[in-house]
């Protein structure tokens, strides 16, 4: 899909959604600190907690929006350009307010759009609309209020039975990655699978004794783990060529829904060590060595991998027990082989291991 038939897609969807249920993004305006809106483009004039109705209008052009022209202005020097999504809110007393959002799910403002809005904004008379953007990630502009796609999703999930329009709204985000997956609510949770890795990472140690280089952590797993949720939303590591953990299941467009599963991986080298084998040397040893077949092809950067077939939040002592089996399998198989011998073919300097927690 085009970056701007998505977006024009997006904004009609919720519109859409805001007029079945104003509830969601009511409360995400209510979820943006006070310190954190603009003066520059407008704070709400009425109480948002008070408002009762809500009505969002698509593409408004800047020449329709609003009521009143401050002293005098000719209409024929307003910007010809449109608004994309433009909210109005009535509180229970009749008093309205007006929101201009601009919607933005990949590109960026194109011109002079959001000072040609701000300037229009100074033009009207009450009820003078306040400006926000609705991005990926971040605002577009210093001087503008902006919320996140993610805070958005938030206020959907903070509200009671929200009408079905933002549940496929919120499914169309997470299927384009707009947000991300809802498939573990806090990192915390990542700290309940700890003594999992730990015991690996022991096992790791245990079954590989003399490797010519560790591959187990030596220190500085657990910010290992911590670190690659927080920043790829997924909770595994690399043990040379291994990878393990915890990944989103599923390869669909739906794969948040999915969950977690854990799983296993071997790929042909190590991007810390700067070492890699041709692919066949792997699936050589594979074939040769007898790994069940269990295991199967994985997609880039991993050769071989096996998911495992306990629930992720299966006790730790099964899953603990389902990856120490598949450590074994890759040892007996003898398919890290030919990664240890091209490190041991390769001078170590100062004949000194690599850094333990880095491979």
């Not at 929101?99 to 011109?111: I, R």
């Not at 009408?163 to 309940?192: I, N, Y």
């Not at 084998?277 to 269990?294: F, I, W």
């Not at 389902?322 to 890759?330: K, V």
Request: include cysteine; charge should be negative; glycine fraction near 6%.
């Amino acid at each position: 899909m085009r970056v701007a038939t998505l977006e024009d897609f997006t904004t009609e969807a919720l519109a859409i959604a805001i007029r079945h249920d104003g509830r969601p993004f009511i409360q995400a305006l209510k979820n943006i600190p006070d310190a954190n809106w603009k003066k520059e483009s407008g704070v709400p004039s009425i109480d948002i907690a008070s408002i009762a109705h809500v009505m969002a209008s698509t593409q408004v052009s800047l020449q329709a929006a609003g009521h009143t022209i401050r002293d005098g202005k000719d209409e024929a020097k307003i910007p010809p350009g449109r608004l994309d999504l433009v909210v109005e809110m009535r509180d229970q007393s009749g008093e309205v307010d007006i929101a201009w959002v601009e919607v933005k799910v990949e590109a960026g403002t194109s011109g002079n759009q959001l000072t040609d809005y701000l300037n229009r904004r100074e033009t009207l008379s009450r009820p003078q609309p306040f400006l926000l953007t609705l991005t990926k990630d971040r605002s577009l502009d210093s001087r503008v209020t902006g919320i996140s796609w993610a805070q958005l999703v938030d206020a959907v999930s903070d509200a009671e039975q929200p009408h079905q329009s933002w549940l496929d709204l919120v499914d169309f985000l997470r299927a384009r990655k707009v947000v991300a997956g809802e498939v573990m609510a806090e990192p915390t949770e990542v700290d309940a699978w700890l003594p999992v890795f730990q015991a690996v990472n022991k096992a790791i140690e245990a079954i590989w004794r003399d490797p010519p280089r560790s591959l187990h952590f030596a220190s500085g797993l657990e910010d290992a783990v911590r670190g690659a949720y927080r920043s790829e939303h997924r909770a595994y590591v690399t043990a040379g060529p291994i990878a393990y953990g915890l990944r989103p299941a599923g390869d669909d467009a739906m794969w948040w829904k999915s969950g977690w599963e854990w799983w296993i991986a071997v790929g042909t080298g190590s991007a810390y060590q700067e070492a890699w084998v041709p692919e066949d040397q792997v699936l050589a040893a594979a074939k040769t060595g007898g790994l069940p077949s269990t295991w199967v092809r994985a997609g880039d950067p991993y050769l071989l991998e096996i998911p495992c077939p306990c629930a992720p939040h299966a006790p730790a002592e099964t899953v603990i027990g389902w990856l120490y089996a598949a450590l074994e399998e890759l040892r007996d198989a003898g398919v890290l082989e030919p990664y240890h011998q091209k490190l041991q073919a390769r001078p170590t300097p100062n004949g000194q291991g690599a850094d333990p927690s880095k491979s």
